[in-house]
C-alpha cells in the first residue's frame, strides 16, 4: 500500500503578527529544528506530574514563550513530540503591511497636504498649457532665381505719320497699305499749283509783316512795336518751315518717305484736299519692335533696364524671341496694380505685327533673407511674420521681393538671424509669451 504524504500542520500565528504576513507549517522531515523554550517553573512541573499520576487525559494547558514572530503552542501537545524535536520548521512570508490606525485630526492634515499639492499641480500645468510652443526658423541670406512675366502689346520702335504744314491737294497716291518703301522713295504727288500757292501765300505774309514792322517803330508807340515784332516772327517761322519741310519730303512736286518701313495707313485719295498738318499716310520701320508690357507692383524692385527678356505670341505658334527692358515707365495702374516695361527686341523675319498680344517673361536673380511661405502671414494683401524676442512673439511687416513655390524672399522689415515663427502660428497675438520648441536654419 503506498505510503500517504506527510500532512502539514498550520499554526496561526501569534499575538503581534499580521495574520497576512506569517504562516508556520511543520513537515515531516528527518531533519529537526531545536527551538528554544523557557524553563519550566516547579509548580508547573508538579502540576503535570500530578495529571500523569491521576491518568487525567486532559492535561491542563501550558503556553509556550516564543517571540512574536513564533506562534502559540498547547503544551499538551509536547507529550507526543517535544517541542524541540519536532520536523523542521518553515516559515513563509506573504505580502502585506502593518495598519495604524490615525486619528481624525492627522487625516484631515494629510487630505489637505495632498488637496494643495495637487492644486499647486494643477495651477502650474494649466499655466504651462496656456503658453503656445512653437518652432522658430532663423532668417538668413538665400540665393534664389525667379521668373516674373506679364501679357503686353507689340509697337513698332520706329514710326512716323506724314503731314505737311500748309494745304495743298494730292493729285495721285503711289502706295497702299502693306507696301514696304524705303528712305526718298515717293509715296504722294501733290499738285503743283496748290504747292507754289501756298509758298507764295507764306512769303507775302512775311513780306507784309516785315513792311508794318518798320512803319510801326518810327512812330515810337512800344505796344505797336512789340506786337509787330511778335507778327513777324511767326510769319517769318511760318515760311522757313514751309521751305525746310519742301525741301527734305519734297522732291519736285511729290512727298518722299522720311524713313524705311511699311506703310500702314493711308488717309488720303487721289484728288482730294487736306488742311495744314491733316495726316496723310502712316509707314512703320517694324525691323525692330517694343512690347509694352504690364507685370505685378510686386515686381517693381526686381526689374531694371538692360536685363534679358523672352517674348513669345499668344496666339499661334510663334518661336520665342529674346529682347533686353529698355525702360520702366515709373506709372502704375490702381485699377490692375501693375506697372509698365517696355522691351525692346529684332524683328528682321517679321514674326510679330504691331497691335499682336504677346507674353513676356523676365528672369530674375539675386541674394536676400528668404524664409518658407508657412512663417509669412498674409501673403498677397499685407505681409508680415512673428518674430521672437525674449521669449516673446511681436508681429512684423515685412516686404516681398520674390517668391517660389516653397520660400519668400524678404528685402525690408528683417534682418539676418532673426527668429521668426513657423510653427504654432494660429491664434498668436502681439506681444504673447512663447515656449520656444526648437530652432530650425536653412
Not at 516686404?399 to 498668436?428: N, Y
Request: aromatic share 6%; net charge positive.
Amino acid at each position: 500500500m503506498a505510503q500517504q504524504p506527510a500532512k502539514r500542520r498550520q499554526f496561526k500565528p501569534g499575538v503581534g503578527v499580521p495574520s497576512s504576513q506569517v504562516r508556520f507549517y511543520f513537515d515531516d522531515e528527518d531533519a529537526t529544528l531545536v527551538l528554544p523554550l523557557p524553563p519550566r517553573s516547579a509548580a508547573e512541573a508538579a502540576t503535570d506530574e500530578h495529571a500523569r499520576a491521576e491518568g487525567n487525559a486532559a492535561l491542563a494547558p501550558r503556553r509556550a514563550f516564543v517571540p512574536q514572530s513564533l506562534p502559540t503552542l498547547d503544551a499538551s501537545e509536547s507529550s507526543k513530540t517535544p517541542l524541540w524535536l519536532v520536523p523542521t520548521l518553515r516559515l513563509r512570508v506573504l505580502p502585506g503591511t502593518w495598519r495604524h490606525r490615525a486619528g481624525p485630526r492627522l487625516r484631515l492634515v494629510l487630505m489637505s497636504g495632498g488637496l494643495l499639492v495637487l492644486l499647486l499641480l494643477g495651477l502650474l500645468f494649466s499655466l504651462r498649457s496656456s503658453v503656445p510652443a512653437v518652432v522658430l526658423y532663423q532668417a538668413q541670406s538665400q540665393d534664389y532665381d525667379q521668373s516674373l512675366g506679364g501679357e503686353g502689346l507689340v509697337y513698332p520702335q520706329r514710326q512716323l505719320v506724314l503731314s505737311l504744314p500748309f494745304a495743298g491737294k494730292v493729285d495721285t497716291v503711289l502706295v497702299k497699305v502693306g507696301d514696304s518703301v524705303r528712305t526718298g522713295q515717293a509715296v504722294l504727288r501733290l499738285d503743283p499749283l496748290e504747292l507754289s500757292l501756298q509758298l507764295k501765300l507764306a512769303w507775302d505774309e512775311l513780306t507784309a509783316a516785315e513792311s508794318y514792322l518798320q512803319a510801326v517803330m518810327t512812330s515810337g508807340n512800344s505796344a505797336a512795336v512789340a506786337q509787330a515784332r511778335q507778327r513777324y516772327a511767326l510769319a517769318r517761322s511760318r515760311y522757313e518751315t514751309l521751305q525746310a519741310r519742301s525741301s527734305s519730303f519734297l522732291s519736285g512736286n511729290c512727298l518722299l518717305a522720311p524713313l524705311s518701313g511699311v506703310v500702314t495707313a493711308v488717309n488720303i485719295v487721289a484728288g482730294q484736299s487736306f488742311s495744314a498738318n491733316a495726316s496723310l499716310l502712316t509707314i512703320s520701320d517694324q525691323s525692330r519692335v517694343v512690347v509694352h508690357a504690364k507685370l505685378p507692383l510686386k515686381a517693381l524692385g526686381l526689374i531694371h533696364a538692360g536685363q534679358p527678356a523672352e517674348v513669345f505670341a499668344l496666339a499661334g505658334p510663334a518661336p520665342t524671341l529674346r529682347g533686353v527692358v529698355l525702360t520702366i515707365v515709373p506709372r502704375a495702374d490702381p485699377q490692375t496694380d501693375t506697372f509698365e516695361v517696355w522691351v525692346v527686341l529684332d524683328n528682321q523675319s517679321g514674326v510679330l505685327l504691331p497691335g499682336m498680344s504677346v507674353f513676356v517673361r523676365i528672369a530674375v536673380k539675386g541674394s536676400m533673407l528668404g524664409l518658407p511661405r508657412l512663417a509669412v502671414l498674409d501673403l498677397d494683401l499685407v505681409p508680415a511674420v512673428f518674430v521672437v524676442q525674449r521669449q516673446r512673439a511681436y508681429l512684423r511687416s515685412v516686404h516681398v521681393i520674390a517668391r517660389s513655390s516653397a520660400r519668400v524672399f524678404i528685402d525690408v522689415g528683417l534682418h539676418s538671424g532673426d527668429l521668426v515663427v513657423l510653427v504654432g502660428l494660429a491664434d498668436l497675438r502681439n506681444g504673447q509669451e512663447v515656449r520656444v520648441v526648437r530652432i530650425e536654419k536653412y
